[in-house]
């Protein structure tokens, strides 16, 4: 299934001279991981806690970002020998609570709620945990999509950007959320069925 992780070797290659100075300075990759999830938690509490819409226009900007953020932990663990367990454990714990912090600000914002926010919040935290679960099955960590980390960034953003724009959502946004659950309901059977059938060995999560 298409999904935006296939972009992924392309904007390595764009970032690896920066990360290359990163690494020269002393820029550590579970530094970076850290980092990352620090200022995604910030922020989503900023949102939950804010009442001006216009502050979701960071969410974008911040989605953009922590996506460059997420490849360089990755490309200073691998290429230039900071590959750790403990990095193993960061690397994916971060992803997960930085996801899970900045969806949740939505619940407040109409025409979401618990129900629809919550359901994709836990579905993100299953798909990801089956990616993980293709290692023990000798398949690697599986990154199939629909509706991967990066797609459900770039949905997210997208809402906060019309978000921070026009100051509400049109109320047929809300069917987005449930389409979302269902993509990613997809997205934990075809990784379950690729680690099965197809075992391959996948790089470092971006």
Request: contains cysteine; hydrophobic residues 50%; proline residues 5%.
């Amino acid at each position: 299934m298409l999904s935006l992780y296939a972009l992924k070797p392309r904007f390595q290659a764009w970032l690896r001279p920066a990360v290359a100075r990163l690494a020269a300075a002393g820029v550590t990759a579970n530094g970076v991981t850290v980092a990352t999830a620090a200022v995604s938690c910030l922020l989503g509490g900023l949102l939950a806690a804010s009442t001006r819409p216009s502050w979701f226009l960071l969410l974008p900007l911040w989605l953009a970002l922590r996506m460059a953020c997420n490849a360089i932990d990755g490309m200073l663990a691998r290429e230039h020998g900071q590959q750790s367990r403990l990095g193993a454990y960061l690397n994916e714990l971060g992803d997960v609570i930085s996801d899970a912090a900045l969806y949740l600000p939505f619940v407040l914002v109409t025409p979401f709620g618990w129900a629809s926010v919550g359901a994709v919040i836990l579905l993100a935290c299953i798909s990801e945990m089956t990616g993980i679960l293709g290692v023990s099955v000798g398949a690697g960590r599986r990154y199939d999509g629909p509706m991967g980390k990066s797609d459900r960034a770039a949905v997210f953003g997208g809402l906060g950007l019309l978000l921070g724009l026009s100051g509400q959502l049109p109320q047929w946004t809300f069917w987005l959320m449930p389409a979302i659950a269902a993509l990613i309901a997809i997205n934990i059977v075809n990784r379950i069925r690729s680690g099965l059938t197809n075992p391959t060995h996948f790089e470092r999560s971006p």
